[in-house]
């Protein structure tokens, strides 16, 4: 299976997603919350970082969920966009 490598785009809207989770974990202990989100602290490290910029949908609802973050919050990081409340 051949791979297309990733945009710039993707690139840098991995990097967004890394800041807000990283943001959200604040003190928490990044092994803690890895493990309560079912991967490696590795795997959590390299979100967080901007190396994995492209996570499974899994992981990011897995993450939402251990951090109390909508997940429409780390939609809108990856689209570099602000959180549009439900309309009325």
């Known amino acids: 299976m051949v791979r297309n490598p990733l945009t710039p785009e993707q690139i840098e809207a991995?990097?967004?997603?890394?800041?807000?989770?990283?943001e959200?974990?604040?003190d928490r202990d990044l092994g803690e919350v890895?493990?309560?989100?079912?991967?490696?602290p590795e795997t959590l490290r390299k979100i967080e970082t901007g190396r994995l910029p492209t996570p499974a949908f899994g992981t990011?609802?897995?993450?939402?969920?251990?951090l109390d973050l909508?997940?429409?919050?780390?939609a809108a990081?990856?689209?570099?966009?602000?959180?549009?409340?439900?309309?009325?």
Do not use: F, T
């Not at 909508?70 to 780390?74: E, M, N, R, T, Y």
């Not at 990081?77 to 009325?88: G, K, M, T, V």
């Open 14 to 22: 991995g990097r967004r997603l890394g800041k807000l989770l990283r």
């Open 24 to 26: 959200a974990r604040a």
């Open 34 to 40: 890895a493990r309560a989100a079912g991967m490696s």
């Open 60 to 66: 990011i609802a897995a993450l939402s969920d251990v």
């Open 70 to 74: 909508p997940i429409q919050d780390l």
């Open 77 to 88: 990081a990856w689209r570099n966009a602000p959180r549009l409340e439900a309309a009325s």
